[in-house]
């Protein structure tokens, strides 16, 4: 099945920021094709580890709040 990941991603980056904790890091349950392209991005620190989170980038902290404010609430306010 062909997809856009791009889509996928932003998607994933939006539940990074449901699970967020301790300022910048969230719970990597998430698809490992998705984690490492938002890697890729600059999005989320390097995934692969022991550890059961991740940090997100300032940029990637930002983007995640905005796609999850678009995507998952219902506020129509303009996001920063």
């Known amino acids: 099945m062909e997809y ?3 889509k996928v991603d932003d998607m994933v980056l939006a ?3 449901l699970t967020l904790h301790d300022d910048n890091r969230a719970w990597k ?3 490992w094709d998705a984690l ?3 890697h890729e991005k600059d999005m989320i620190g390097d995934p692969v ?3 059961k989170s991740v940090w997100l980038t300032d940029e990637g902290l930002r983007r995640s709040r905005e796609l ?3 995507h ?3 506020e129509t306010r303009a996001t920063t």
């Open 4 to 6: 856009d990941k791009d």
């Open 15 to 17: 539940l990074l920021y």
């Open 29 to 31: 349950g998430h698809d």
């Open 36 to 38: 490492n392209r938002l």
């Open 49 to 51: 580890g022991k550890a």
């Open 68 to 70: 999850f404010m678009q």
């Open 72 to 74: 998952f609430t219902r």
